[in-house]
């Protein structure tokens, strides 16, 4: 075949390699052209319905604060019957996370607002072992079952389960604390249980309410303190 002019081997040998390659392209197309449009359909599709979740979860957490709110407000205005029982376990029921536990902590509550100590217990008890719910919910839920536990409690088992939350860096430090110095006392761990209580006193991170208990507590304590120094003897003249 001769070459236009003008034309060299190198290009003519491209054209070729190009409309080979459109040609092949073209035969892949019309052979599976249908299965490239159904898959960016089902893509569309699957990104589509990603986002309607989306939209509907948000949707449904905001109708759920609002209704928890609702319920919060009834609460405080002295309302604790049947209606905000019901409420509160269709609320934790429908929600998942924090607002799940969140109604189930206002359950308890609600209980022992009613006198209903075992109720509370056994809902305290569920959301600590529940592993679908925040931490932070979790570990509201230990401090007030031990609350409510501590008289039936062994000490040391008030102090193995607070172990995790009695340390400088939680947040229930002061709680925790208070209540390990407490299980301490009555295991006649005095000392352990007076440097504990002085620990709380002196965090400034700690409210001020269990700093004040904690100072009044360590001082009912009698620890020894360290033995002063004994000044040196003059040198004789």
Same mark, same amino acid.
């Given at each position: 075949?001769?070459?236009?002019?003008? @034309?060299?081997? @190198?290009?003519?040998?491209?054209?070729?390699? @190009?409309?080979?390659?459109?040609?092949?392209? @073209?035969?892949?197309?019309?052979?599976?052209?249908?299965?490239? #449009?159904?898959?960016? /359909?089902?893509?569309?599709?699957?990104?589509?319905?990603?986002?309607?979740?989306?939209?509907?979860?948000?949707?449904?957490?905001?109708?759920?604060?609002?209704?928890?709110?609702?319920?919060?407000?009834?609460?405080?205005?002295?309302?604790?019957?049947?209606?905000?029982?019901?409420?509160?376990?269709?609320?934790?029921?429908?929600?998942?996370?924090?607002?799940?536990?969140?109604?189930?902590?206002?359950?308890?509550?609600?209980?022992?607002?009613?006198?209903?100590? #075992?109720?509370?217990?056994?809902?305290?008890?569920?959301?600590?072992?529940?592993?679908?719910?925040?931490?932070?919910?979790?570990?509201?839920?230990? /401090?007030?079952?031990?609350?409510?536990?501590?008289?039936?409690?062994?000490?040391?088992?008030? /102090?193995?389960?607070?172990?995790?939350?009695?340390?400088?860096d939680s947040a229930w430090y002061g709680s925790a604390g208070e209540l390990t110095a407490l299980a301490m006392i009555k295991a006649n761990r005095r000392r352990e249980a007076g440097v504990l209580l002085a620990s709380i006193a002196a965090a400034k991170d700690v409210p001020a309410p269990?700093?004040?208990?904690?100072?009044?507590?360590?001082?009912?304590?009698?620890?020894?303190?360290?033995?002063?120094?004994?000044?040196?003897?003059?040198?004789?003249?």
């Open positions: 075949m001769a070459l236009a002019p003008g @034309e060299t081997s @190198e290009t003519f040998i491209r054209e070729v390699d @190009e409309n080979l390659r459109r040609d092949q392209a @073209e035969a892949v197309f019309k052979r599976y052209g249908k299965w490239f #449009a159904a898959a960016a /359909i089902l893509l569309l599709i699957a990104v589509g319905a990603y986002l309607f979740w989306k939209n509907q979860q948000a949707e449904r957490a905001a109708e759920g604060s609002e209704q928890f709110a609702a319920i919060l407000t009834d609460v405080g205005t002295g309302k604790t019957g049947t209606d905000i029982d019901q409420r509160l376990d269709a609320l934790a029921k429908d929600s998942t996370g924090s607002l799940s536990g969140a109604a189930r902590l206002t359950s308890a509550a609600v209980a022992l607002q009613k006198s209903d100590r #075992a109720a509370a217990i056994a809902q305290y008890r569920q959301v600590m072992d529940d592993g679908d719910v925040p931490q932070a919910v979790r570990d509201t839920a230990t /401090i007030r079952l031990t609350q409510l536990e501590f008289d039936s409690l062994q000490p040391q088992q008030v /102090i193995d389960r607070l172990q995790p939350l009695a340390v400088k269990i700093r004040g208990r904690a100072e009044q507590l360590a001082s009912t304590l009698s620890i020894p303190a360290a033995p002063a120094a004994v000044p040196p003897a003059p040198a004789a003249r």
